[in-house]
């Protein structure tokens, strides 16, 4: 999905989207409210995943025998999506 929206970024609504989402992670990261992600065995954080999952304040992955979790990087990590202070 993510490399569909970076194939369309000139698309109004795909901006569109895509802003919303920055405003959103933005929003997420200065929250006074603690967020976790929990990373269960057979999940997968890529791309915007990963983006929701790094704006949490913890991330937690449990560890056994069932699955690994894995986290993936997209070129939609690349800076699409800078933090409040301006560093991506």
Request: aromatic share 10%.
């Amino acid at each position: 999905m993510d490399n569909f929206v970076l194939r369309h970024q000139g698309n109004w609504f795909v901006r569109e989207v895509l802003g919303m989402m920055r405003r959103t992670f933005a929003r997420l990261e200065v929250t006074s409210r603690s967020l976790y992600a929990i990373a269960e065995p057979g999940c997968c954080f890529a791309g915007t995943l990963l983006e929701l999952a790094l704006a949490a304040d913890r991330i937690y992955m449990r560890r056994d025998d069932e699955g690994e979790v894995r986290i993936a990087t997209t070129p939609l990590n690349g800076g699409t999506f800078p933090m409040t202070h301006g560093i991506w």
